[in-house]
């Protein structure tokens, strides 16, 4: 099928470089064809974030975006920062909190419902979007340039050969791909490795968020509340944090963020969130509530530093795919929406001036004289300063941001890639978790039940080993198995051979997409690839 752009995922920065590059055509009266190929099953099933969104993106892409009952309806009303100890909380005065703290003119939302709407004007528009078709490899021209993608095949059975519902994938050309697949995107990574994108930037790095939905009792329920807290159950040294924000329909999300370049392999991020719930300023706005939805997600935190060359031949990463997160605000989908609009004026432009398979300069050229470089770059240090540790970390961020308004001379660079930092376990104490009591606090496998994930069980794994030796000879007798505990949805677990030996045991029906594996596997063994299409989580309102 032959396209002028494909676009790789469906979230806010795909979805938003569609609408942009129908407006453009529509605005010149000429036909323009665009295609959005979504891995979930429906677009918005794999979105999940906070969310507390800045609405400036897509005030410029749509708008009119109230007239047209965008889900953009609860205004944020309150900010409350809070360290944590085990038994306390200190909260931090508003007259102190950094500008990147205050939400004035954001509204608390769920961005899977947002990019649903996306979904239906990009449709109004004329975009063709495909539901259930992941991109799973990328295709070249003779000269080297991207071609387009082509889709998994459906219908391949555990043994790799094709079932009787077996289908081949498609191949999709286009003048100008745009890779918008999120956090540590599968054909993302294969792109800057092939064209080298990452010389000379700073290693990417990460964090895991948790999040649950609940519906709480009406009368502890205040939209437009949004708390972030620091400290507690994390220990000084290891960077994380939460977030509980207020919807509407006595709803509230309630998250939970560990920074991936943590060292201590027994710690586990999802019973760090469990036990994060048990605090008394949070138990107090849970308990006598249900819970009703469950994901979770990794997140570009890197920054400015971190991003790589956004174009190569025939094609661009946007969004999240390159890593456009602010994770000073915790913020990611007005950058999406921003640089999936920049993108598409640059691919608009060149399919105009008859362009096709070369780079798209125009767009990080755009992108350095954009509010949202300004905004980057005013915090381009604060990740590298809270790895820091919590005192010295939040007390720098104090100075940079609300002393000095981000304008510093100086630029602190990331060291290490995530899955460099694990200590051996023979250096490190195991962490005593409490079991779940299944009302505030829950195990992974109910946790899954309700993130609605499925895969067709009849398919190769997609979660793959290089090495099928290395986690038991390596994860396991150095590390204590690490990927039993970050991941998210029981998809690793070492068992036991009749003989006694250990085996890892890959689940990955319970795959929630999350990537985590592909980040922290200390070895970097684990290669996250498309599952068939439809496939992982389908998440309501999250």
Same mark, same amino acid.
């Given at each position: 099928m032959e396209y002028d752009v494909v676009i790789v995922g469906g979230g806010p920065a795909g979805l938003s470089a569609a609408i942009r590059l129908k407006q453009r055509a529509a605005e010149k009266g000429i036909e323009l064809g665009v295609c959005v190929l979504e891995k979930g099953s429906e677009i918005g099933?794999?979105?999940?974030?906070?969310?507390?969104?800045?609405? @400036?993106?897509?005030?410029?892409?749509?708008?009119?975006?109230?007239? +047209?009952?965008?889900? =953009?309806?609860?205004?944020?009303?309150? /900010? @409350?920062?809070?360290?944590?100890?085990?038994?306390?909380?200190?909260?931090?005065?508003?007259?102190?909190?950094?500008?990147?703290?205050k939400n004035h003119g954001n509204y608390v939302i769920s961005l899977a419902n947002v990019t649903r709407w996306l979904g239906q004007q990009a449709e109004t528009l004329g975009v063709e979007i495909f539901p259930g078709f992941p991109a799973a490899e990328v295709l070249y021209n003779e000269d080297g340039s991207v071609r387009g993608v082509a889709t998994g095949n459906m219908g391949v059975g555990k043994n790799g050969e094709p079932t009787e519902n077996f289908q081949l994938g498609m191949e999709l050309h286009a003048k100008y791909t745009l890779f918008c697949e999120g956090a540590r995107g599968h054909l993302g990574r294969q792109l800057q490795d092939h064209f080298k994108l990452r010389d000379g930037s700073d290693p990417q790095v990460y964090?895991?968020?948790? +999040?649950?939905? !609940?519906?709480? %009792?009406?009368?502890?329920?205040?939209?437009g509340l949004v708390i972030h807290t620091a400290g507690w159950p994390l220990e000084?040294?290891?960077?994380?944090?939460?977030?509980? $924000?207020? =919807?509407?329909?006595?709803?509230?999300?309630?998250?939970f963020v560990v920074g991936l370049g943590y060292q201590n392999p027994y710690l586990s991020p999802f019973e760090e969130f469990q036990r994060y719930k048990t605090h008394p300023e949070i138990r107090k706005f849970l308990e006598g509530g249900k819970r009703v939805s469950y994901g979770a997600r990794a997140i570009t935190a890197g920054g400015l530093m971190s991003l790589p060359k956004l174009v190569f031949p025939g094609g661009a990463l946007v969004g999240d795919e390159a890593g456009f997160l602010n994770a000073s605000r915790i913020k990611g989908s007005h950058a999406a929406i921003k640089t999936g609009m920049l993108a598409a004026d640059a691919a608009f432009d060149a399919v105009q001036a008859?362009?096709?398979?070369?780079?798209? #300069?125009? $767009?990080?050229?755009?992108?350095? #004289?954009? !509010? *949202?470089? #300004?905004? *980057?770059?005013?915090? @381009?240090?604060?990740?590298? !300063?809270?790895? +820091?540790?919590? $005192? *010295?970390? %939040?007390?720098?961020?104090?100075?940079?941001?609300?002393?000095?308004?981000?304008?510093?001379?100086?630029? =602190?660079?990331?060291?290490? !890639?995530?899955?460099?930092? =694990? +200590?051996?376990?023979?250096?490190?104490?195991?962490? /005593? $978790?409490?079991?779940?009591?299944?009302?505030? #606090?829950?195990? @992974?496998l109910s946790s899954v039940f309700i993130s609605n994930t499925n895969h067709e069980e009849n398919q190769p794994t997609h979660l793959t080993l290089k090495d099928p030796g290395v986690p038991v000879n390596v994860n396991w007798q150095t590390y204590a198995g690490p990927e039993s505990r970050y991941c998210p949805a029981a998809v690793y677990e070492f068992v036991k051979n009749g003989d006694g030996s250990d085996r890892l045991q890959i689940n990955a029906q319970n795959c929630v997409h999350c990537k985590t594996c592909d980040i922290k596997d200390p070895t970097q063994n684990i290669v996250w690839v498309t599952p068939e299409g439809g496939g992982g989580p389908n998440y309501p309102n999250m």
């Open positions: 099933a794999h979105i999940l974030s906070g969310a507390v969104m800045d609405p @400036r993106a897509i005030s410029e892409l749509i708008p009119d975006w109230k007239e +047209k009952d965008a889900p =953009l309806n609860v205004d944020v009303t309150e /900010d @409350r920062f809070l360290f944590l100890t085990e038994a306390g909380a200190k909260a931090v005065p508003n007259w102190a909190l950094p500008d990147n703290f964090g895991i968020g948790i +999040k649950e939905l !609940w519906e709480i %009792a009406p009368e502890k329920h205040k939209p000084n040294d290891t960077y994380g944090g939460s977030f509980l $924000y207020h =919807l509407d329909n006595n709803q509230v999300m309630v998250g008859g362009r096709s398979g070369d780079e798209l #300069t125009a $767009y990080p050229e755009s992108f350095k #004289t954009s !509010w *949202l470089h #300004t905004e *980057l770059h005013r915090a @381009r240090n604060f990740k590298q !300063w809270m790895s +820091k540790g919590l $005192y *010295l970390g %939040a007390l720098m961020v104090g100075i940079e941001q609300k002393l000095m308004g981000g304008n510093v001379p100086w630029t =602190l660079h990331h060291q290490h !890639w995530d899955h460099e930092m =694990l +200590k051996p376990a023979s250096q490190c104490k195991p962490i /005593d $978790y409490p079991k779940p009591d299944g009302k505030l #606090t829950f195990d @992974r």
